[in-house]
């Protein structure tokens, strides 16, 4: 297996020694799936209901700005809310070690026994970890609370999703713009392929193989489009 960073001590020390920061894999496939199948699923239940491509091109953009505005402004809270509770926790331990020192240190010293450490090496290493503060609460949020320590940022997070949701989510409209052919086969067609690129593309930081998880993704997404042309061609006879 192919190594994909250096184990120099350079390499090994720039990297561990670099800022932390999430990544935003997650807030960009979140907003590229769900803008192609709401899009597409809007796209499916008017044409199932018989409507005219004028409604669907509406509609469709309508939901695309919207819901890609609402999803963007939820991931922001989300993240927002993330962010809070970790600082409200760093303050909460930074308090502990303040008032009552020993009793943190106790922490520390049952977390990094569970880590394997015993007799003076477990005794060093708590008191070089206690020793600087910022280190111990960094610990202490990992082991104790299952947190990350690293600062997610909401804005980043917000734009990620929105810019997905927006370039996926145009895709199965763009066959009602230039009306060629029949437009809801070729619009299922480019949101098939998006599916299956976006499951594609998220496999890189898998172990899946890149097919299994554009074929998992497609057919999440194929469901969701049938239930909505479902749905609409029930209504056929009331939306005439």
Known sequence: MKTEHGHSHEAIRARI???NARGYL???????????????AIVAGVQ??????GIILALGFANVLADGFSMAASNYSGTKSELDDLARIRAVEESHIRD????EREELREILRLKGLTGQVLEDATAAISARKSTWIDMMVVDEYGLSPTYPNPLRAALATFLAFMVAGVIPLLPFVFAQGDPLTLSASLTGAVFFGIGALKSHWSLAPWWRSGLETLLIGALAASIAYGVGHLFRGVAA
């Open 17 to 19: 020694g670099a800022p």
């Open 26 to 40: 997650r807030d960009t496939v979140y907003g590229g799936i769900d803008g192609a199948i709401t899009t597409f």
């Open 100 to 103: 009552t020192p020993e009793g």
């Open 48 to 53: 199932g209901a018989g409507l005219s491509s």
